[in-house]
């Protein structure tokens, strides 16, 4: 995601909402001041979460988001944030 995303509670707006889908993955903060997102689990959460993402929380001014689907490379237990 690009835009006004670090500083403002997105990465924890994504935990939340990927938490309450069920998916695994996780959030981070990235140098150039975007936020990157890896997530597996349901088609059909995958998609709600991808819903959200354009959103973000109310402090956000998300401007692009990019997606790739894949095969799922995610691994461990709960959606987490990394740092």
């Known amino acids: ?3 006004r995303v670090q500083g403002v509670g997105y990465r924890f707006f994504v935990l939340r909402a990927a938490r309450g889908l069920g998916l695994r993955g996780y959030v981070r903060n990235l140098r150039n001041g975007s936020v990157e997102v890896a ?5 059909a959460a995958l998609r709600e979460l991808a819903s959200a993402l354009e959103e973000g929380p109310l402090t956000a001014i998300v401007e692009e988001v990019s ?7 995610v691994t ?7 740092y």
């Open 1 to 3: 995601m690009t835009g």
């Open 39 to 43: 997530a597996a689990g349901n088609i």
């Open 76 to 82: 461990g237990g709960a959606f987490e944030v990394r």
């Open 67 to 73: 997606l790739h689907w894949s095969q799922p490379d």
